[in-house]
């Protein structure tokens, strides 16, 4: 039984995970690391901008040379894929319209790039600015798990009351370890992954979705 529901938003709202590693991938490319697409999506999905750049600069062994070109250009790029091709993830809108639960947005995008997102796809009529929770307003990013505390206490709700849905492992470490119950959309996490995280439920179309009320 559960008192609200914290939705991530890359993945599970909207489809922009793949428009995401094209951007990152052509950045690294220009950096000279030779990733395929498949390799970035397996190593960055789910993780903030700020962390994605620590772990490249990890594996290149020295920081990013002229780093904020590196910054705009993948900005830019990643920019112009969402505003042309960025869809939401098919039912979801029909969930949120009959959805009676309070719920609320968590995501590791910075807030420029949530309000385009949402924008962009029509969600913004869903999420007021006080029911959207990103990384730069609240100063933390999964997989830490005082992202997800935040977001519950700025709602009101106790998390161990919360259900979150997830796709990532960075997200879905940061929503256990909250406290939260946690669902499963379309996982890019591995079956024992799943298992080991104590993810309660796992789904794939969002027909299948449906919240028990107290």
Same mark, same amino acid.
């Given at each position: 039984?559960?008192?609200?529901?914290?939705?991530?938003?890359?993945g599970?709202?909207?489809? !922009?995970e $793949?428009l995401? /590693?094209?951007?990152?991938?052509?950045? $690294?490319?220009?950096l000279? =690391?030779?990733? /395929?697409?498949?390799? #970035?999506?397996?190593?960055?999905?789910?993780?903030?901008? *700020?962390?994605? $750049?620590?772990?490249v600069?990890?594996r290149? %062994?020295?920081? &990013? *040379?002229?780093?904020?070109? +590196?910054?705009?250009?993948?900005?830019? +790029?990643?920019?112009?894929? =969402?505003?042309?091709?960025?869809? /939401?993830?098919p039912? &979801?809108?029909?969930?949120?319209?009959e959805l009676?639960?309070?719920?609320?947005?968590?995501?590791?995008?910075?807030?420029?790039?949530?309000?385009?997102?949402?924008?962009?796809?029509?969600?913004?009529?869903?999420?007021?600015?006080?029911?959207?929770?990103?990384?730069?307003?609240?100063? #933390?990013a999964? *997989?830490?798990?005082? &992202?997800?505390?935040r977001?519950?206490?700025? &709602? %009101?709700?106790? $998390?161990?009351r919360?259900? #979150?849905?997830?796709? !990532?492992?960075?997200?879905?470490?940061?929503?256990?370890?909250?406290?939260? /119950? #946690? @669902?499963?959309?379309?996982?890019?996490?591995?079956?024992?992954?799943?298992?080991? +995280?104590?993810?309660?439920?796992? +789904?794939h179309? @969002?027909?299948?979705?449906?919240?028990?009320?107290?």
């Amino acid at each position: 039984m559960f008192e609200a529901v914290l939705f991530d938003c890359d993945g599970v709202l909207v489809d !922009s995970e $793949i428009l995401a /590693t094209r951007a990152l991938h052509r950045s $690294i490319q220009n950096l000279g =690391m030779d990733y /395929t697409e498949q390799q #970035v999506a397996t190593t960055f999905t789910g993780h903030s901008f *700020p962390d994605c $750049i620590k772990m490249v600069e990890q594996r290149l %062994g020295t920081p &990013i *040379p002229d780093l904020d070109k +590196f910054k705009d250009d993948n900005r830019q +790029f990643s920019e112009q894929l =969402m505003r042309t091709e960025l869809k /939401t993830m098919p039912g &979801i809108e029909a969930v949120l319209a009959e959805l009676t639960h309070p719920y609320a947005l968590v995501t590791n995008s910075r807030t420029f790039e949530l309000q385009l997102k949402l924008g962009v796809t029509g969600l913004d009529q869903y999420f007021p600015e006080a029911r959207r929770f990103d990384s730069e307003k609240l100063a #933390v990013a999964k *997989p830490d798990p005082a &992202i997800y505390r935040r977001a519950a206490e700025s &709602i %009101g709700v106790d $998390i161990t009351r919360c259900l #979150v849905v997830e796709d !990532s492992v960075p997200g879905l470490t940061a929503a256990t370890r909250a406290g939260a /119950t #946690v @669902w499963a959309y379309r996982p890019h996490a591995t079956p024992e992954q799943l298992e080991a +995280f104590g993810v309660a439920s796992v +789904f794939h179309d @969002w027909s299948e979705f449906r919240v028990p009320r107290a």
